[in-house]
């Protein structure tokens, strides 16, 4: 088998292991089989009665072949030639990979640490490496190209959007033509950006100063909650540096979109651009305050592996989503939270796969625990079946409904009706609404409610 040319940089791996079971990998490349080799087949992943995060595709179908175990043999299989001259392309190996949804529990929870996520962005970009890939795998990889385009033809495709809902036939057509699924409702761009209506300057009182890296969902389809955390960070004595792109540049991206299918070139040149602009805030020792745990816990991982150096390591130390930073930078107290309106509604929350995967949990209990006379209650859940692309796929919507039918939904459907549905994932919200017909918030937007008066406006509103 002719020995592959990774794309991701597995350095960080080649110290694992030692003696003859490592033997047979290549001096090149041994980081990529030391991070499957890690799996030692503990099972941990297909335990019947699992909680926490790992694995959701084992939990939703109960068979050995979707759960991390079998992919991490499976690449092993690949990586010692049992698969051919060509095993990326092996089906066995597609099939074992499938439904991975990224969710980095098994990073978390897998005694060992395998890191699935990253194995797999590894896989799919050894498997589209001679050809180009499929259109629908080209769209998402250049989501954030092409989406603030969309934008230009609102007027058209809002109404377009709306047909595809109310007749089947068109929803059919759309799936036949890009495989999005036809029963899965579609995002549509806001009137206006954030970013093109946001504060160029800082802004806010001080004394600490934060940058606010707003994604490209937030920035596209939920600006209102870019708004929120914008006036919650001022409220509290924050001086916000917005990061926008240079003039006349293209919005700025994490490359998660990219990543989720493998194109890591896409992935690691917006990568690059987003390091560029955050250098000088990064130079200066601020932290970097995300929304969206999928995008911004991606500079604390995956930038990590696409070869971006001592930069990117230093903008992995400082970067924080709003929960950790509110509860690593204030004592109890500090906060000027005050009681929501009575009579006060009870609060569910669902968080994030990579929330939970990374830690960032216990921040969040800690800072809805600070709003006096808040109620409450985490579902206890995994990942919500969405996985950003992932569950508008024609051939994975059942699947990703059945993943969030395990906890989630039945959950959301027996909250009354003035139950603040929190979840801070743009797929979580997606899910919620197409899943159960309710509308879930950001968790900065609770903040806002519980500020004590509504801060004055930096912007001007966002339709």
């Known amino acids: ?20 079971a490592y033997a047979h990998l290549p001096a090149h490349g041994a980081g990529f089989g030391k991070a499957a080799a890690v799996c030692i087949g503990s099972r941990t992943c297909q335990r019947a009665d699992a909680k926490g995060v790992m694995c959701p595709s084992f939990r939703a179908t109960q068979d050995s072949t979707h ?31 499938d439904l991975c949804v990224a969710c980095k529990g098994c990073k978390r929870e897998c005694p060992n640490g ?13 498997r589209w490496a001679d050809s180009p890939r499929p259109r629908r795998e080209r769209l998402i990889a250049q989501l954030p190209q092409w989406l603030p385009r969309l934008r230009r033809w609102r007027a058209l495709l809002n109404p377009l959007l709306t047909l595809r809902e109310r007749w089947p036939w068109l929803a059919r057509l759309v799936q036949a033509r890009l495989g999005l699924a036809a029963g899965r409702s579609l995002p549509r761009p806001a009137a206006q950006a954030f970013l093109d209506g946001a504060p160029t ?19 596209q389809l939920d600006p209102a909650t870019a708004q929120a955390a914008l006036e919650v960070l001022q409220a509290i004595g924050c001086r916000v540096h917005v990061l926008h792109p240079p003039a006349g540049e293209a919005p ?20 690059a651009r987003l390091q560029h602009a955050l250098a000088p805030y990064v130079e200066r020792g601020l932290p970097i305050i995300g ?3 999928s995008c911004l816990l991606t500079l604390r991982d995956e930038h990590l592996a696409l070869g971006l150096g001592e930069a990117a390591t230093r903008a992995a130390q400082q970067a924080w989503l709003l929960e950790e930073y509110l509860a690593r930078e204030f004592k109890p107290g500090e906060l000027p939270w005050q009681a929501l309106p009575e009579p006060s509604p009870p609060v569910l929350v669902h968080g994030h796969c990579h929330q939970k995967a990374f830690g960032a949990m216990k921040a969040l209990r ?12 985490f579902i206890d859940s995994s990942c919500c079946g969405m996985a950003g692309a992932f569950g508008y796929e024609a051939e994975h919507h059942a699947i990703s409904l059945a993943m969030a039918e395990a906890e989630l939904l039945p959950a959301v459907r027996a909250a009354s009706a003035d139950t603040w549905l929190l979840a801070n994932g743009t797929s979580c919200r997606h899910q919620i609404h197409d899943g159960a017909g309710r509308q879930a918030r950001h968790l900065a937007h609770l903040l806002r409610a519980a500020l004590p008066a509504t801060p004055p406006a930096t912007t001007a509103p966002i339709p």
Do not use: I
């Open 1 to 20: 088998m002719q020995e592959p040319s990774l794309q991701l940089d597995w350095t960080a791996y080649d110290a694992y292991g030692t003696g003859d």
């Open 67 to 97: 759960s991390t175990q079998h992919r991490a043999a499976m690449l092993r299989a690949a990586l010692d030639g049992e698969l051919g001259e060509r095993p990326f392309e092996d089906p066995r190996l597609h099939e074992a990979l």
């Open 114 to 126: 395998v890191d699935m996520a990253l194995l797999r962005t590894e896989a799919l970009a050894q």
């Open 201 to 219: 300057g800082p802004v806010g009182p001080g004394p600490r100063e934060v940058v606010l890296l707003v994604d490209t969902f937030h920035n």
């Open 252 to 271: 700025l991206c994490c490359g998660r979109s990219a990543l989720a299918v493998g194109d890591v070139a896409t992935a690691r040149a917006a990568a």
């Open 291 to 293: 929304l969206e745990p």
């Open 366 to 377: 800690k800072v809805l625990g600070g709003v006096p006379g808040l109620q409450v209650q």
